[in-house]
């Protein structure tokens, strides 16, 4: 196979005396759909961290797209077409819903601070487009009729899908979704699962994607890696990751040895 | 046409300036001309303000300090020029308000400097942090002031000495008197609305929600690409900027001292009160509260002791009735829209930071 998109080796990260991840490596494709699962506190959210420079790596290295990222500091990682999605949901809830995907678009926008001062014809002619980016991608998410909403107002299904819809606005090559399904009903995950199928072919982007829902996971994803307490305890597609006995341990407890 | 669009506002700004002092002025006594003045000068420090405590969400309390810097450079270009241009500190009008108007833009660039020295410290503060190390600042300038030598008054003292020396004679704790009285209305309602146009196209711009998205949200706002510490940096220059213009037309203000006490803390406090009054990021709220703030101590005169009693009982009221200031983050011309009401934010089971 092709040279990875995303190459991550030997990745480690200790807060003190706490090992929050142990030589953790990943390659991901261009256009390959891969999830990260495991227990709560695992380290997967860390792991999010760590790739978009929110943490500094102790140990190991991030690439993308054969640059090496480590160090760098968040935004230029997102510049390099890293993209997330918070757990604990992050929307600029004071603002509307617009204006969160507007935001993200500013990434690639090229008029600076004097020419916006100005009005420049050049910022107008951004300006529009840059709307006119920023309601196609709500569009695709049904947030369009929405959009002069304040986010903080929208219902949660709907936060989470403007998460996903603010993270394409930096036009990632990479997109880093954490826990998209939290918190939704069972026809909202379904719909979910429909509609990161959707924005991975439509938009061409390369997704990881951390969940605890194992039907969404097995469903939609080609290849799963598990971790428990910061360490790889499995890597494969969905079927060998379930049969993995190391895997049904992490996450049911392993039989005792009184054998009751 | 195009270009035409880009610079209509600020031409728009002139025109309004004038129209202020001929059209608007005549209509009042002198008092109150003054009061006029008084208003914009406050409505350039709040909306300045706004563009760091409201739109970048950092809360500074040392707003004053950089309108000292300005107004004391400006003050000291003005002062000791006039005495090399016309041998002594009157008002010259012509050349006088050229010289006038280079000295506050100097005044401008010099308090944006210092915003830009204040600003890098807030690349790693936050909230209460950042607000004590620009208490310090101000705090710094006004002792800094306080010990500068006494102004020089004769010609032939000031013709000989070095422009170090002059940099350094700015009356220390008596203050800067003698300064020539050029701040007029035009002058000062120029400023104002150059300020506004510049505000609100910022506010409705890309470069104005990267401001706004650090203050909502600093973690998101870098992973969605937004160099948070250069936009920070960049609302402390540019509110510096225009509080050093405040700070020279101050200066140049019939019935204003210029001392280092004037400009403390507690007029960086005033200045506060407006923004948080207004509805942090709110432009309109900050033109708003600065004409309320600025003429309800005229009205009060009598009860001019418990001017501060009056604020404080203000202020704590608005903040139990109406936290988000007068009109929180919209502004006056997107009142009609209904505000939604907001529900409480929905936390996912065992959300982590």
Redesign the interface.
């Known amino acids: 196979m092709s040279e990875p998109l995303l190459d991550v080796s030997g990745l480690s990260l200790a807060f003190g005396g706490l090992k929050a991840v142990t030589d953790f490596s990943l390659k991901l494709h261009k256009g390959e759909l891969q999830a990260l699962i495991g227990p709560?506190g695992a380290g997967k959210?860390t792991i999010f961290n760590l790739l978009?420079g929110?943490y500094r790596p102790q140990q190991g290295e991030v690439r993308l797209g054969g640059r090496l990222l480590n160090g760098l500091?968040?935004?230029k990682i997102?510049?390099s077409g890293m993209?997330?999605t918070?757990?604990?949901?992050?929307?600029?809830?004071?603002?509307t819903v617009l204006?969160n995907v507007?935001?993200?678009?500013?990434?690639r926008?090229r008029?600076?601070?004097f020419s916006?001062?100005?009005?420049?014809?050049a910022?107008?002619a951004?300006?529009a487009a840059?709307r006119e980016k920023a309601m196609a991608l709500l569009e695709v998410f049904s947030l369009a009729d929405r959009h002069?909403?304040?986010s903080?107002?929208l219902p949660?299904g709907d936060q989470r899908r403007l998460e996903i819809a603010?993270?394409l606005?930096?036009e990632p090559k990479v997109l880093l979704l954490d826990?998209p399904a939290?918190?939704m009903n069972p026809q909202e995950k379904v719909a979910l699962s429909e509609l990161i199928t959707l924005v991975r072919h439509r938009f061409g982007v390369t997704v990881l994607l951390i969940e605890h829902d194992m039907a969404l996971v097995m469903k939609i994803c080609e290849r799963i890696t598990v971790i428990d307490h910061g360490v790889t305890i499995a890597s494969g597609s969905p079927l060998e990751v379930q049969g993995n006995p190391a895997v049904i341990e992490a996450y049911l407890g392993a039989p005792s040895a009184e054998g009751h | 046409m195009g270009y035409l669009r880009a610079v209509s506002p600020f031409l728009g700004a002139i025109v309004l300036a004038f129209v202020m002092q001929f059209g608007v002025a005549p209509m009042f006594g002198a008092y109150y001309q003054k009061l006029l003045i008084d208003i914009g000068i406050n409505i350039v420090l709040a909306v300045s303000l706004n563009l760091v405590n409201g739109f970048a969400g950092q809360f500074s309390i040392g707003h004053a300090a950089f309108m000292a810097v300005g107004g004391y450079a400006a003050g000291a270009i003005t002062y000791y020029g006039s005495f090399h241009v016309f041998g002594d500190a009157l008002v010259h009008h012509g050349q006088g308000d050229v010289l006038f108007l280079a000295a506050t833009l100097v005044g401008g660039c010099v308090a944006a400097v210092a915003g830009w020295v204040v600003g890098l410290p807030s690349l790693r503060l936050k909230g209460d942090y950042l607000a004590i190390v620009t208490l310090g600042f101000g705090e710094i300038v006004r002792v800094l002031l306080q010990l500068t030598d006494d102004v020089m008054f004769k010609r032939a003292d000031i013709e000989a000495a070095s422009v170090g020396t002059l940099a350094l004679a700015l009356g220390g704790a008596l203050g800067f008197g003698g300064l020539p009285f050029y701040t007029s209305i035009v002058w000062t309602y120029f400023f104002a609305f150059t300020l506004l146009v510049i505000a609100v196209r910022l506010k409705t711009s890309g470069e104005g929600r990267a401001f706004l998205s650090v203050r909502e949200n600093e973690i998101a706002a870098s992973a969605m690409g937004i160099d948070t510490t250069r936009y920070k940096v960049r609302a402390f220059v540019l509110a510096a900027f225009f509080a050093g213009i405040a700070g020279s037309l101050f200066a140049h203000e019939i019935g204003t001292t210029l001392n280092p006490r004037e400009l403390g803390f507690q007029k960086s406090f005033d200045i506060v009160i407006m923004v948080v009054l207004g509805g942090m990021g709110s432009i309109s709220g900050a033109v708003l509260a600065a004409i309320v703030l600025t003429l309800l101590p005229e009205f009060l005169r009598e009860a001019a002791s418990y001017r501060m009693i009056i604020y404080a009982l203000l202020l704590i009221s608005m903040m139990i009735l109406r936290p988000q200031g007068l009109f929180g983050v919209r502004e006056v011309w997107e009142l009609y829209r209904r505000p939604k009401v907001s529900r409480p934010q929905v936390r996912p089971p065992g959300s982590l930071p």
């Open positions: 709560n959210t978009t929110v500091p968040t935004h997102a510049a993209a997330r918070f757990q604990n949901i992050r929307l600029f809830g004071d603002l204006d507007r935001i993200a678009c500013h990434l926008a008029a600076g601070l916006a001062l100005l009005r420049t014809p910022h107008v951004e300006e840059i002069a909403e304040l903080r107002n949660y603010r993270a606005g930096t826990e939290a918190g």
